[in-house]
């Protein structure tokens, strides 16, 4: 089977910068996605990660290692409108054709 | 822009019932899935098809089945709905993988309650 553990709740103030963590557990991973989530929204995807490094998007990055089965998302310069969940999802499985979501994290922020 | 249909926001249906829920897309995607997602737990895949007839199940298929008989469209039935079965459900799909970004279109889901 799979796991995906990240945070539940992060809070942060208008401005700053905040990371969101993720650790998998999978089987024939290809991929670390990440995807935000309004209340009363679907979710709208962010990145996405297939090797190690950094994935910088304007003010979201995300990070990826393979090795240490780790990932996270990077917010920065955070905005009211930021406050969502957010969810990491693994692609997995033994043709890749399967993506996998966490629990999500709610993101709160604060003026 | 890639449009995911799910042809009822809210539906409500009494124990036992049978239920459909339809999702199409207009981008001619390989991959299509039904979640569900409940407070807490995230969204959990159902059912994914990669292909016309072809599914296959995902982590929590009990109590469900699908249907995809054209590219487009891709059906999730309870065949006998019970009450641990109302949440909201989420359709989404995605090109072929060998193209993808990784990036799933979602639909706006269908909230589902069952009494």
């Known amino acids: 089977g799979q796991s995906l553990e990240q945070p539940s709740e992060v809070t942060a103030v208008e401005g700053a910068i905040v990371q969101i963590n993720c650790t998998y557990q999978t089987s024939g991973f290809y991929g670390l996605s990440w995807y935000q989530q309004h209340d009363g929204g679907a979710p709208t995807f962010l990145s996405y990660?297939?090797?190690?490094g950094l994935e910088e998007t304007g003010r979201f990055s995300s990070f990826l290692s393979r090795s240490d089965s780790y990932g996270y998302l990077l917010l920065q310069e955070l905005q009211m409108k930021d406050s969502a969940s957010y969810f990491c999802?693994?692609?997995?499985?033994?043709?890749?054709?399967?993506?996998?979501f966490g629990a999500g994290t709610i993101l709160r922020v604060k003026s | 822009d890639v449009k995911v249909t799910q042809s009822s926001r809210y539906l409500v249906k009494r124990t036992g019932e049978k239920v459909f829920l339809e999702c199409v897309q207009d981008?001619?995607?390989?991959?299509m899935f039904w979640y569900r997602q409940d407070p807490g737990l995230g969204l959990r895949l159902i059912y994914f098809s990669y292909d016309v007839k072809m599914k296959e199940k995902g982590d929590i298929p009990e109590g469900y089945s699908v249907s995809r008989e054209k590219k487009e469209r891709f059906s999730l039935i309870l065949e006998s709905a019970s009450t641990n079965q109302t949440s909201m459900y989420l359709c989404?799909?995605?090109?072929?993988?060998?193209?993808?970004?990784?990036?799933?279109?979602f639909g706006e889901g269908s909230r589902l309650t069952v009494l």
């Open positions: 989404a799909s995605t090109l072929f993988w060998a193209e993808n970004t990784g990036e799933l279109f």
């Open positions: 981008m001619d995607h390989e991959n």
């Open positions: 999802a693994v692609r997995e499985g033994e043709y890749g054709n399967k993506l996998v």
């Open positions: 990660n297939a090797l190690d």
